[in-house]
């Protein structure tokens, strides 16, 4: 008489932990790609040097000049203060934005197929990631703030909104990346990518409140400056660094909103670079 084997169990589901255990993983995963970014610069500054280039020549000649000229209205605010948490903004802007050629690069090294195999969720590879952009920019946002206060920028010194320029300054980037990150996931390809995000980037930009206050806009550009997570981003670091009123609770829900968004689409398309 034989008696039937007992059923196998599914491959690897012995080894596949729980959900909820890879989740509290999340925090653990999200600082080691932080000290992995912070390892890259501190072994090549370079790319920090060459980076703080294009907001030094938007402070130095476009903050200077147009503050001589009294071109942009900005009531008691000098201009050179209004502008410099808008060029804040888009150095982190300009950081993030190419970030998903680092997710090619992966793609193309073999090193993203092998993560996807690892019971890490996919949303967690990727907040890690976002939030690994934010460190890098973090730094560039040091070099800003340093200069600005060369120019004579008046800064905040109140310890709590430098952590809430922190926070801000880490959503923001962590949206952008994660938008660079789906288009990765939709373009395929690292040219692609570079030139999509060279085509966004300046309407990005321009369709802020960086450069010049919401109300000088025509009715279009407002419209467009109103769905744009940049412009809410701008507002928080204007009100927090030079004191002017802002929405902040607005500005920090809509960027939670944006990063948690960008998570979702970028995480949604990740395997796709890999098939």
């Not at 092998?114 to 560039?140: H, S």
């Amino acid at each position: 008489m034989t008696h039937a084997a007992p059923a196998a169990p599914p491959a690897g589901s012995a080894d596949v932990p729980p959900a909820w255990t890879t989740w509290r993983l999340l925090p653990a995963r999200v600082v080691a790609m932080c000290i992995v970014e912070l390892q890259k610069i501190r072994h090549d500054r370079t790319e920090l040097y060459t980076r703080a280039i294009q907001p030094a020549l938007w402070l130095l000649i476009f903050g200077e000049t147009f503050s001589r000229l009294r071109a942009i209205p900005t009531g008691k605010v000098p201009y050179l203060d209004y502008l410099a948490p808008g060029i804040l903004a888009q150095s982190t802007l300009f950081i993030a934005i190419f970030y998903g050629i680092q997710i090619i690069w992966d793609r193309d090294a073999g090193v993203l197929a092998k993560l996807l195999v690892t019971p890490t969720p996919r949303a967690a590879l990727i907040t890690g990631k976002a939030f690994a952009a934010g460190t890098r920019a973090l730094t560039q946002a040091v070099a800003i703030l340093v200069l600005s206060a060369i120019l004579g920028v008046t800064l905040t010194l109140n310890p709590l909104r430098w952590l809430g320029v922190v926070v801000i300054v880490m959503l923001g980037t962590a949206f952008f990346s994660c938008l660079s990150m789906t288009i990765a996931g939709l373009a395929m390809s690292r040219d692609r990518l570079m030139g999509i995000g060279q085509a966004i980037t300046m309407p990005l930009f321009f369709g802020s409140n960086a450069l010049y206050p919401v109300d000088l806009m025509p009715t279009w550009l407002r419209v467009i400056s109103h769905v744009n997570p940049l412009s809410y981003e701008v507002d928080a670091l204007r009100h927090l660094l030079i004191g002017t009123p802002g929405h902040l609770l607005l500005d920090f829900g809509v960027l939670v909103v944006a990063a948690a968004v960008g998570i979702t689409a970028a995480s949604a398309l990740l395997g796709r670079l890999v098939r």
